[in-house]
């Protein structure tokens, strides 16, 4: 078993993040509220309330503990691309601070603002508790937010210090060979299907129609609503730069659709597509959306694997790891029907 840093006590977190919240501001700072929220399996997520020189402020705050399933972490890339964005109409929490240095904290943080409105999760398997007109206002926010994210011009912009290279021609390659090396680092026994998708994968590279941001995680519950119009796109911990189409695929997999026919339950795959190409400006290419969504499904069971793997070295005790190793083989049958079918 590694050594890890241990997630600090409610007592320590108001201790530290006070004292650092008292040198970034100039002033002495008071927190009241701090309550952990018991979602995610990375990063801790907690809300609190600080007294700041300029008055209260609702804060979330994010921990990336060493046990975390992608850890180890850095609070940087998240808190520089939510920062940028709230500077556009795409409506993302500002983050206010962070940190990388272990001193601080123990582990990286960041602070952002609280934003308003609530997470639509849909619980019945035909979707049926999202009201047309309700459902129809939020689908052409969830399309027009991403078309948003997809024609930002990240060149010009704080986020530039994210280029390493990309090209159209190598993002897809390259994030192979990223979850290549996560399933290397997870794996507690071979899978056939790995290397099946894999080699399917690396046979089927598409060329990207441009390198733009991708949000990494876009689907139903990573958003909040008021009114059934979207406030606030939420964990950005996966974003990077690559091909569009991924976050697409990753919108359409079947765990988002339930039994309702719909992406993320809430438009049709042809109206999704037919609205994101206007507000785009980008061809969806449909071998290349099949390539992302087997990419995605991939994915999907690589982080099954990674919470199989977290909980066996002993560092996590989190219950909800284990049982993700009971959905590994759904992910991989899904694999081999989302290869067979036609683009």
């Given at each position: 078993m590694t050594e890890t840093t241990a997630l600090p006590t409610d007592a320590q977190i108001e201790a530290r993040l006070a004292a650092y919240l008292g040198e970034?501001?100039?002033a002495p700072v008071a927190l009241r509220g701090l309550r952990r929220f018991p979602v995610g399996f990375s990063w801790a997520t907690f809300g609190l309330t600080a007294s700041l020189p300029d008055g209260d402020r609702d804060l979330i705050l994010r921990l990336g503990p060493d046990t975390g399933l992608f850890a180890p972490y850095l609070a940087r890339p998240q808190y520089l691309v939510q920062k940028v964005l709230t500077q556009t109409d795409i409506k993302v929490p500002d983050a206010y601070w962070y940190s990388d240095d272990p001193a601080v904290m123990?582990?990286?943080f960041y602070l952002s603002e609280k934003a308003v409105g609530e997470a639509p999760i849909p619980f019945v398997s035909n979707g049926a508790e999202f009201e047309p007109g309700y459902r129809d206002s939020l689908a052409r926010d969830f399309v027009d937010q991403l078309a948003a994210i997809h024609r930002f011009d990240w060149k010009a912009s704080p986020l530039a210090e994210w280029d390493t290279g990309q090209t159209v021609e190598n993002v897809a390659a390259r994030e192979i060979d990223f979850w290549e090396h996560l399933h290397d680092r997870w794996a507690t026994r071979p899978y056939p299907m790995v290397y099946r998708a894999l080699t399917w994968l690396r046979a089927n590279l598409p060329v990207a129609p441009r390198v733009s941001i991708v949000h990494g995680?876009?689907?139903?519950?990573?958003?909040?609503?008021?009114?059934?119009?979207?406030?606030?796109?939420?964990?950005?911990e996966l974003a990077h730069l690559g091909d569009p189409h991924e976050d697409l695929g990753w919108a359409f997999l079947p765990q988002y659709s339930g039994n309702s026919g719909l992406v993320c339950r809430l438009i049709s795959r042809q109206d999704f597509i037919a609205r994101y190409q206007d507000k785009a400006g980008i061809t969806v290419d449909p071998a290349t959306l099949k390539f992302y969504i087997v990419l995605n499904l991939f994915k999907i069971a690589m982080t099954q694997l990674a919470g199989v793997s977290c909980f066996e070295s002993g560092d996590f005790d989190d219950m909800r790891m284990p049982a993700m190793g009971t959905q590994i083989f759904a992910a991989f049958r899904q694999?081999?029907?989302?290869?067979?079918e036609d683009a």
């Open positions: 970034q501001t100039g123990g582990m990286p995680d876009y689907r139903i519950g990573n958003f909040l609503e008021v009114d059934g119009r979207i406030t606030a796109i939420l964990d950005w694999i081999q029907k989302a290869i067979e």
